[in-house]
């Protein structure tokens, strides 16, 4: 379970944070958004450093306020200073800093992945079953997020299984979420499929159940249970007639004969093209 120790709150000078642990990385053009909003509207939240030494500190959380700040020529950045016994209690601030600006679910999923290493590492005998227990755990203290044990579960099998390629293309991209990735993970085995996906899902806007249509359609399911339901119409629709013709009249004797034929022929057609 987490456990933090004292906090304080200062300004403290950009040239005393000599080091930074958060390995995001950021354009120019966010860095000088950034420091125009500093300019403008001050800074609004303290970022996150720990303690070096006397009046020197590392970075945690906070290094695009840090280096906008910096673009602004700003001499000093007010900072939220923590002392950490370990590392996990690190990569949990940073989670919860990462779950408090909504970041692109794939951030989150990596991010919780990360937490979960620095926990086996510090609890080499603990069960994966307490260590998921340890994040839920902290997680809530930390966002009062209260996440289940199946959702983290999901998080760390998007980190875990899917593709570079894939999660470099929606890095960036706050309307691809988890459930977007699960569905591209069900495709593992087309690894351009996947990629292809991934970007006309994040270019397009795909809503999660538009993902899982097209990924029906790439592994080939969904169809044969159109199709069926097509031709069980059709042979429905043959039996009605032939049992409301009158008696003795046979169906090549029926009058709409020839339009039942071209209907049932429509529908023969249809259901080949969405075989296909």
Not at 132 to 158: A, D, P
Not at 197 to 221: M, P
């Given at each position: 379970m987490l456990t933090l120790n004292e906090v304080e709150f200062k300004r403290v000078p950009l040239s005393a944070i000599v080091d930074w642990l958060e390995p995001r990385e950021f354009s120019s053009e966010d860095v000088e958004n950034m420091a125009a909003s500093l300019r403008i509207h001050g800074q609004i939240q303290p970022i996150v450093v720990e303690p070096l030494g006397e009046n020197v500190y590392r970075g945690i959380v906070g290094r695009l306020r840090y280096e906008a700040s910096k673009a602004a020529r700003l001499p000093d950045i007010e900072c939220k200073i923590m002392r950490f016994k370990c590392d996990s209690e690190r990569v949990a601030v940073q989670l919860a800093e990462n779950l408090h600006r909504k970041e692109p679910g794939i951030q989150r999923c990596d991010w919780l992945k990360r937490y979960k290493e620095a926990l086996k590492k510090?609890?080499?005998?603990?069960?994966?079953?307490?260590?998921?227990?340890?994040?839920?755990?902290?997680?809530?203290?930390?966002?009062?997020?209260?996440?289940?044990?199946?959702?983290?579960?999901?998080?760390?099998?998007?980190?875990?299984?899917?593709?570079?390629?894939?999660?470099?293309?929606?890095?960036?991209?706050?309307?691809?979420?988890?459930?977007?990735?699960l569905e591209l993970l069900r495709l593992s085995n087309d690894r351009d499929k996947q990629v292809e996906?991934?970007?006309?899902?994040?270019?397009?806007?795909?809503?999660?159940?538009?993902?899982?249509?097209?990924?029906?359609?790439?592994?080939?399911?969904?169809?044969?249970?159109?199709?069926?339901?097509?031709?069980?119409y059709a042979h429905a629709l043959a039996k009605a007639i032939r049992e409301s013709l009158p008696e003795g009249v046979s169906c090549a004797q029926c009058p709409i004969k020839p339009l039942c034929d071209e209907y049932k022929k429509a529908i023969f057609e249809l259901a080949h093209e969405i075989k296909k």
């Open positions: 510090e609890l080499p005998k603990a069960s994966e079953k307490a260590i998921i227990q340890t994040m839920i755990e902290s997680v809530e203290k930390l966002t009062g997020e209260k996440v289940s044990e199946r959702r983290i579960y999901e998080y760390l099998q998007v980190a875990e299984q899917l593709l570079d390629e894939v999660k470099k293309s929606i890095a960036d991209v706050r309307n691809v979420g988890p459930d977007h990735c996906l991934a970007e006309r899902a994040a270019n397009e806007g795909w809503s999660v159940r538009r993902l899982k249509s097209e990924v029906d359609k790439a592994l080939g399911l969904g169809k044969p249970k159109l199709v069926c339901e097509f031709i069980e």
